[in-house]
């Protein structure tokens, strides 16, 4: 819990937006894991909540905050989570860990898009 408050209150000295985003995108991450049925001792340990908490937190930053980003965000940190599952499932026999990479997969495409949008 200490070291979540630390990173949560070192965010929150840059931007209050992207703080709550992350916190958001936490609870959704280990919601998401729980409904799913994994593990309780990762989601505890936070190991379903760094990622889509990364992914919300881009999404409003990179997007305009409106209902339409935070949806967006929103779609993105649940899809994180089954990135996740699919990557530490592919990944366990070769003992790589999956890291950032569920965050890069899900967040990288919407990124991407929106550059596109704004070269129309």
Known sequence: IVSGVLVLSGI???S???ALAAF???AIGAGVAALVGCDR???????FGFNPSLTLAAMLMFYVPSIGSITIGV???IMTVFIQLAL???LAP???PFMTLPFC???LPLLLYKARLLML
């Open 12 to 14: 929150m000295l840059c």
């Open 16 to 18: 209050r937006i992207s």
């Open 24 to 26: 958001i995108g936490s």
């Open 41 to 47: 001792t990762a989601i505890e340990s936070g190991m």
């Open 75 to 77: 779609m993105a940190s």
């Open 88 to 90: 530490a499932t592919s």
């Open 94 to 96: 070769t003992g790589l």
């Open 105 to 107: 997969i899900a967040a």
